[in-house]
């Protein structure tokens, strides 16, 4: 846009009419609500765009190790020198955040997870599933959408979580990462509630009195950044920061259910990736360096803060306040919601890991989830993030060399290929296991696929243990299972282990 002040032609430029950069100060604090932090797009743009154009811009993380192949003395504790010694680092409040905005996809998703925090008062974790997308509100920015959360093994009460191993882990990455989406982030709830009746929460974070996250919090926090590191071709390494993100489910000064995002800067990562920064006792506001030990090899750690004058001191960071750490991102719910996952299920399926609540994943949960759907609804069916997970990792269903072609299909939308995958010999095979399930056993030999149109012209093959020659039957003292070989008892009418009919 040509000012007033400007005399030149409409193919001229000036400094009056020049586009403004995203890095300008002036834009970001006239937006509403204003700019706080650049973004790392604008960051870099603001490095490269002198007259060098960047020639010598260079990101290089902290490190707080004794470098190694030192030969010039013996290993430390019993000796270090100057060329190999870390050097001492003072703390900066970042400037820009690697994501500028997080946005679940719809508020189902964030609902669901609450759930489990309603039914039992007790916290819990997950882990974010989504993409990175472009953000329009900030120059340059990106926005971090949240589709799914994975809920991984764990075991929680009123004010504490312990993540357990995921023997998952990898195949829930490999899963979503044929569907296009990736670990993005995780979240946690704090939640205390207030009064039932009016279905109030506690607030205690982020007043005066509290904290925004906690010492401890902010060093998982890092785990995860350093875990996924955002690639950079300006570092030497070929990765700076990170861009995932931390949502935390606590109470705001209303007293409802507030989520607020964070993350941790660059410095904080280098400091719990070098394991010098550990949590205190008894203030979760503060973290505390580690002093030098003869196992450890730790710089002087400072960071900047005015005193009772308005003069900047150097404090050393034992104790550290933790807020020097932290960038804040909005956290927020879109106007106009969409789905990449089927929300609309009446009865979802299953949560993964929530046994403790008695919502297990098993083939009964299978049965009456597949029940709800029309056959022409079958992609719709499919569609459902924690669906996917169990028919990729149940062992008892042939479905480990074919899931890629609904993930594709659930990807792209494709009915045509969801139909496919239907009419495929392992998902006939499921079908039959399903029908045998549903039908009384007398009827069980002669099998319908469940929400099939084709049964009536289709012979189904005599599975062992549903119905024909092959069926082992329940009689004598015990049965064994003909799908996971569990040995039962004479009553039971199905298996204990796997659910599905003798």
């Not at 993030?385 to 042939?398: G, I, N, S, V």
């Amino acid at each position: 846009m040509v000012k007033d002040e400007c005399h030149h032609g409409p193919q001229g430029k000036c400094l009056h009419c020049a586009a403004l950069e995203p890095y300008d100060e002036e834009v970001m604090k006239s937006c509403k609500p204003p700019i706080k932090f650049f973004s790392f797009h604008s960051y870099l743009r603001k490095l490269t765009g002198g007259v060098d154009k960047g020639k010598f811009a260079n990101l290089e993380d902290i490190t707080c190790k004794i470098k190694d192949g030192c030969t010039e003395h013996p290993p430390w504790p019993h000796g270090i020198c100057t060329k190999c010694q870390p050097n001492a680092v003072t703390l900066n409040r970042q400037i820009y955040r690697h994501v500028d905005n997080i946005m679940f996809e719809n508020p189902k998703i964030a609902e669901r997870f609450l759930n489990y925090w309603r039914s039992t008062g007790r916290q819990r974790l997950g882990i974010l599933y989504g993409k990175y997308e472009v953000h329009k509100d900030v120059p340059l920015g990106i926005k971090a959408t949240i589709f799914a959360i994975y809920e991984p093994p764990q075991e929680s009460s009123k004010n504490r979580i312990q993540i357990m191993k995921d023997e998952n882990d990898e195949l829930v990455k490999s899963i979503a990462e044929k569907m296009g989406i990736h670990p993005i982030g995780w979240i946690f709830t704090d939640l205390m509630a207030e009064d039932l009746k009016k279905a109030t929460v506690k607030h205690y974070r982020g007043n005066q009195d509290s904290h925004y996250l906690s010492a401890e919090e902010c060093i998982m926090a890092a785990e995860f950044q350093n875990k996924y590191p955002n690639p950079c071709q300006y570092s030497a390494e070929g990765k700076f920061g990170s861009k995932c993100v931390t949502v935390v489910v606590t109470g705001d000064s209303k007293n409802q259910v507030h989520f607020e995002g964070y993350q941790v800067s660059n410095q904080c990562m280098a400091l719990v990736r070098d394991n010098c920064l550990i949590p205190t006792k008894d203030a979760p506001e503060l973290g505390y360096v580690k002093e030098s030990s003869s196992k450890q090899f730790v710089p002087d750690v400072f960071y900047k803060v005015k005193d009772e004058y308005g003069n900047e001191v150097i404090e050393l960071a034992r104790p550290l306040p933790v807020e020097y750490l932290l960038v804040d991102i909005p956290c927020a719910f879109p106007v106009c919601p969409r789905s990449f996952f089927n929300v609309s299920a009446s009865k979802p399926f299953p949560v993964e890991n929530r046994e403790s609540l008695g919502e297990i994943q098993d083939f009964n949960a299978l049965v009456q989830y597949m029940e709800q759907f029309q056959p022409n609804d079958f992609l719709e069916a499919m569609s459902d993030f924690h669906l996917l997970l169990f028919l990729a990792t149940c062992d008892m269903l042939p479905l480990k060399e074919t899931i890629s072609i609904i993930l594709e299909a659930v990807k792209t939308k494709d009915k045509n290929l969801a139909h496919k995958f239907k009419k495929s010999e392992e998902w006939a095979t499921v079908e039959e296991m399903m029908a045998a399930q549903a039908m009384p056993m007398e009827e069980s030999s002669a099998v319908n696929f469940v929400g099939g149109a084709e049964a009536s012209n289709t012979t189904v093959p005599d599975l062992p243990g549903v119905g024909g020659a092959g069926s082992s039957g329940n009689s004598g003292s015990s049965w064994a299972c003909a799908y996971c070989t569990y040995i039962n008892r004479s009553g039971d009418a199905a298996c204990e282990m796997c659910s599905l009919p003798p």
